[in-house]
């Protein structure tokens, strides 16, 4: 991994000071008196700053990476700076042990991916049946006996380096008969004859994620489910992320929200500079777990919420349950209220799948506006038309069907659209715009922005619309270009915010 960048603002050079691991390079500087010239991944205050100071270490800082010590005094532009960073105290007696032991924690490069059914093996033993639905869940019925033994297991071997940790979460169904446990086997890097750690997790510790934190050298991990009783277990998938020990998933001060039934959705909140407007991004479709667009949006300067899920294969387009759909919306509003702003000080944007998340839970924000890229929103459409316009194209689109609605006929095609038109039609939009840029000739929802147009009926309501030619996943940089501009404009002529904000 690259090593983590660290800052220390202060009069000692902490470099004589402390011990420092290989894994940590460390900048030293006593007075700010220009730019930083890049953002750091920890930050350290051992000193007071005036306010210039204050300002142009707000530009290199990320949240939830900073740190105080003793040796600084809160000022009043300390307090902002410390408020807007989600900035913590450090007592003089703890940096030595979190340099070596925590600073690692916040490392630059996140990962999350998520083994799906397909890597899924079927232990020999099992005589049950079994049976594959898309790619959300393989179903085993049958007796899986009365002691623990193998029923699964991932072809995948996950690499595990030394002094490195990984967040497991199993997702899966059961039937209250059977009873499983997760085991984890870490072989030596380079071979399966030797046997380096062993895990095993029970069904109470699989209710949280369970940690592998590998004090030993490099290997790889072998994964498998054991399952005693009788009765139906479904697993739905095995997500392996990089894990920052408690600092946060994904990003420094990320943060799950989940369901009783195990629907995750993931959250990201910088203050920014606590000014209106706070921006909310709804990432897209994408197999790779995390957020996106975080350096695009931060470099906004305003209060910014990343949201991000991994259900499905790259998503669930933001639909789940109702106690799903509530945790999301007030997860939006929560910060609303940290920040005391109100709708009409709420962006909400999206790109392709983010777009329907941007647009749904706007019918319940109703925001200022809703700024949209390659939208889509009649989900039915885009799975309809995965046999004969697109075949092969969006396979995650007909488990989406199956998922909320438990078929892929006509029927649930139908029902699925009429989920967003109908709360759309709803919803007064009197006090919002939506700003859209679209695929004319989109391959997988082409009535996207016609039907903006034609359900539009609330008074005062703008629409602004930009139309590229080609399919979907044609032209992606004009239109994120485009979409970045729209954002910026909105920012500087309705917020009166300067348009060289960082």
């Given at each position: 991994m690259d090593k983590i960048q660290v800052l220390q603002v202060g009069h000692k050079n902490w470099k004589k000071v402390y011990t420092l691991p290989d894994s940590l390079e460390l900048c030293h500087v006593s007075r700010l008196n220009k730019p930083l010239p890049k953002l750091y991944d920890l930050v350290f205050l051992d000193r007071t700053l005036n306010d210039r100071e204050a300002d142009l270490l707000h530009k290199a800082t990320k949240a939830y990476t900073l740190f105080v010590t003793d040796q600084a005094e809160m000022t009043d532009r300390m307090e902002w700076l410390y408020k807007s960073k989600k900035g913590r105290r450090i007592p003089e007696a703890d940096i030595q042990g979190f340099l070596l032991h925590e600073a690692r924690n916040y490392f630059s490069k996140p990962y999350g991916e998520k083994f799906k059914p397909y890597h899924v093996a079927i232990a020999q033993g099992f005589h049950g049946s079994v049976k594959w639905e898309g790619s959300y869940c393989v179903r085993l019925n049958g007796d899986f006996g009365t002691e623990f033994n193998q029923a699964v297991y991932w072809r995948n071997n996950i690499p595990l380096f030394e002094?490195?940790?990984?967040?497991?979460?199993?997702?899966?169904?059961?039937?209250?008969?059977?009873?499983?446990?997760?085991?984890?086997?870490?072989?030596?890097?380079?071979?399966?004859?030797?046997?380096?750690?062993?895990?095993?997790?029970?069904?109470?510790?699989?209710?949280?994620?369970?940690?592998?934190?590998?004090?030993?050298?490099d290997g790889i991990l072998f994964v498998s489910v054991l399952a005693k009783g009788r009765g139906e277990l479904r697993i739905i998938g095995l997500h392996n992320r990089y894990s920052r020990r408690g600092w946060g998933l994904f990003l420094p001060g990320g943060e799950r929200y989940i369901t009783s039934k195990r629907e995750e959705v993931f959250c990201y909140f910088d203050p920014g500079d606590m000014k209106p407007p706070l921006n909310v991004y709804f990432s897209g479709y994408k197999t790779v777990e995390g957020f996106e667009a975080y350096h695009l949006i931060r470099s906004m300067g305003c209060p910014f919420l990343l949201i991000a899920e991994a259900r499905l294969e790259g998503g669930c387009f933001y639909m789940g349950s109702e106690e799903y759909e509530s945790m999301l919306c007030g997860a939006i509003m929560k910060y609303m209220k940290e920040l005391g702003f109100t709708p009409d000080q709420v962006i909400l944007s999206g790109i392709s799948m983010g777009s329907f998340g941007a647009m749904y839970y706007g019918c319940d924000i109703r925001p200022y506006a809703v700024l949209l890229a390659k939208p889509l929103l009649s989900i039915g459409m885009v799975a309809a038309k995965e046999k004969l316009y697109r075949p092969g194209g969006f396979s995650t689109s007909l488990d989406i069907l199956r998922y909320l609605y438990g078929s892929a006929d006509e029927e649930a095609v139908e029902r699925l659209n009429k989920r967003f038109w109908d709360k759309f039609d709803r919803t007064d939009w009197k006090e919002s715009q939506i700003i859209a840029s679209y695929m004319i000739e989109d391959d997988y929802d082409d009535s996207a922005y016609p039907g903006l147009l034609s359900h539009l009926h609330s008074d005062g309501v703008q629409l602004y619309g930009k139309g590229f030619h080609g399919r979907h996943n044609d032209n992606s940089d004009g239109v994120i270009e485009w979409f970045s501009s729209r954002l910026k404009q909105i920012l500087i002529e309705d917020f009166q915010r300067k348009a060289d904000r960082s």
């Open positions: 002094g490195q940790c990984l967040d497991l979460w199993l997702e899966y169904q059961k039937d209250e008969q059977v009873s499983i446990a997760l085991s984890v086997i870490q072989f030596v890097n380079g071979g399966l004859a030797d046997v380096q750690q062993k895990w095993r997790f029970s069904e109470e510790e699989l209710e949280r994620e369970v940690q592998i934190d590998n004090q030993s050298s």
